[in-house]
């Protein structure tokens, strides 16, 4: 199986910068996704690493260590926009292919 | 181009009932994915359809199906509804299989269902 472990709730100030954990244990996974959800929203994707390292977009980087089984969000220039709730996925590989999300991190972003 | 529309948007039942929600997606994707939402059990995976075929399930009793049809738009129907049933239900497409790992996802605006 797949679990995904993410804080529940993060606070950052508005202009500062803020990074989202995941961490997850899985027998095997393509990628890691990061998505964002506004209260009474669809989730909409943010992000992609298929490898380990940094990937950037924006505002919003996110990395990937397999070898630590440990991803993170990075936030930057914070905006009131940006409180949201975001959500760490993997798609399993081999006989799981499946996507699994994570827990998910209520961001509040304050003036 | 259009995005992920699920119809309708806000479904009352009563225990019991049976209930068959809608998603189309978008133009020239052949992949559906459906989703559950509650705040106790966060996002879960209820099963892909690709073609018309259905390719991978979660972990749901039997009570919940969908199908696909030729145009990739997709159904799903919840039978003998429980107050647990009450959540959001998402669909999600993409243009190749989820398992291919190339492709996004794209979300509709989901489903909210309410069982009393």
Request: with cysteine.
């Amino acid at each position: 199986g797949q679990s995904l472990e993410q804080p529940s709730e993060v606070t950052a100030v508005e202009g500062a910068i803020v990074q989202i954990n995941c961490t997850y244990q899985t027998s095997g996974f393509y990628g890691l996704s990061w998505y964002q959800q506004h209260d009474g929203g669809a989730p909409t994707f943010l992000s992609y690493n298929a490898l380990d390292g940094l990937e950037e977009t924006g505002r919003f980087s996110s990395f990937l260590s397999r070898s630590d089984s440990y991803g993170y969000l990075l936030l930057q220039e914070l905006q009131m926009k940006d409180s949201a709730s975001y959500f760490c996925a993997v798609l399993g590989s081999g006989g799981y292919q499946k996507v699994t999300f994570g827990t998910g991190t209520k961001l509040q972003v304050i003036p | 181009k259009a995005g992920v529309t699920q119809t309708p948007r806000y479904l009352i039942k009563t225990r019991g009932q049976q209930v068959t929600l809608s998603c189309s997606p978008i133009s020239g994707h052949r992949s559906v994915s459906w989703y559950q939402q509650t705040p106790g059990q966060g996002l879960q995976f209820l099963f892909e359809y690709f073609s018309e075929t259905q390719r991978n399930k979660g972990n749901f009793p039997g009570r919940f199906s969908g199908r696909q049809f030729s145009n990739s738009r997709s159904e799903m129907n919840v039978s003998t509804l429980e107050l647990g049933d009450s959540a959001l239900y998402l669909c999600a497409s993409s243009a190749l299989p989820v398992a291919s790992g190339k492709d996004t996802q794209y979300f509709g605006p989901g489903t909210r269902l309410t069982v009393l």
